[in-house]
Nanobody
Framework: QLQLVESGGGLVQAGGSLRLSCKASGLTLNYYSIGWFRQAPGKERDAVLCLSRIGANMKTADFVKGRFDISRDFEKNTVYLQMDSLTVEDTAVYYC???????????????????WGQGTQVTVSP
């Protein structure tokens, strides 16, 4: 059974940091492009950043502004989202997603991903 499980969310003060994890079972994340998305209440799900399966291509949303980074741990079959300098506007449910279609680039669209985690809540207080 293919599954992605996010963890690491929580409550943090503005200016703080969090590291989210996305652990896979039933598929090897190294082979696929990974995307991180977020969805705030009443808003659409937006792409945060993505990393191509080869690892040479990374894209970030404009609002990231160098504050977030994505990385892989091959042995743990886990992808991380490191978030620094958090602001109240970063409050959302964060999702990881995998594109298992073997495309060489990653894409910043929800429709490009066919496996999703359940999400983890990130709340940033003033």
């Amino acid at each position: 059974q293919l599954q992605l499980v996010e963890s690491g969310g929580g409550l943090v003060q503005a200016g703080g940091s969090l590291r989210l994890s996305c652990k896979a079972s039933g598929l090897t994340l190294n082979y696929y492009s990974i995307g991180w998305f977020r969805q705030a209440p009443g808003k659409e799900r937006d792409a945060v950043l993505c990393l191509s399966r080869i690892g040479a291509n990374m894209k970030t949303a404009d609002f990231v502004k160098g504050r977030f980074d994505i990385s892989r741990d091959f042995e743990k079959n886990t992808v991380y989202l490191q978030m620094d300098s958090l602001t109240v506007e970063d409050t959302a449910v964060y999702y990881c997603a995998a594109d298992t279609t073997w495309r060489t680039q990653c894409f910043m669209e929800v429709g490009s991903y066919n496996y999703w985690g359940q999400g983890t809540q990130v709340t940033v207080s003033p």
